[in-house]
């Protein structure tokens, strides 16, 4: 059973701000749970790319924040929630190099690489949620 320990932080994200505040809450998160230095930098990128996607293709949303619990194991869990267009071929996204906006194309393959569980659900014209969690080692 997963747990969360303390308060989940809720980050409205509507601007490049929001971005960076996830960023530190992510960070915060991850210094909590007790991270090595290279696995806060791993899922701070990770959030990081997911909240610019939550901003620029999801037309903004949310981001919930947690440090989490297994019983064995402390953790960083990041939800991002949007209510935009959604993905229609989820496995075309995740797919290096792929963009529909002009960018690399390496946000949403790059994340999932860089977090031990990635989530994606979505629904076109109703949005698009994705949950991340790293562990500690
Ligand atoms: N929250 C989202 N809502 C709708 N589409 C998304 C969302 N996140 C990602 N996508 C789609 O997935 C594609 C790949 O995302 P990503 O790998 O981050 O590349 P980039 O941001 O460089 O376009 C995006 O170009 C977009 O079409
Ligand atoms: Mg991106």
């Known amino acids: 059973m997963t747990t969360v320990v303390g308060a989940a932080q809720l980050q409205a994200i509507v601007s490049d701000e ?30 990081s790319e997911l909240a610019r996607n939550t901003l620029v293709y999801g037309g903004g949303g949310q981001a919930e924040v947690s440090t989490v619990d297994n019983g064995a194991r402390r953790g960083v869990r990041v939800v991002f929630s949007d209510d935009g267009p959604g993905i229609a071929d989820v496995e075309l996204a995740l797919t290096d190099g792929y963009t529909s906006g002009g960018g690399l194309g390496l946000g949403l393959s790059g994340a999932r690489r860089l977090v031990e569980e990635f989530e994606l659900n979505t629904e076109v014209g109703t949005g698009t949620t994705i949950a991340i969690t790293k562990w500690a080692r």
């Open 18 to 47: 929001d971005v960076v505040r996830v960023r530190q809450l992510v960070r915060t998160a991850a210094v909590t749970a007790k991270l090595s230095l290279v696995d806060q930098t791993k899922v701070v990128t990770a959030a």
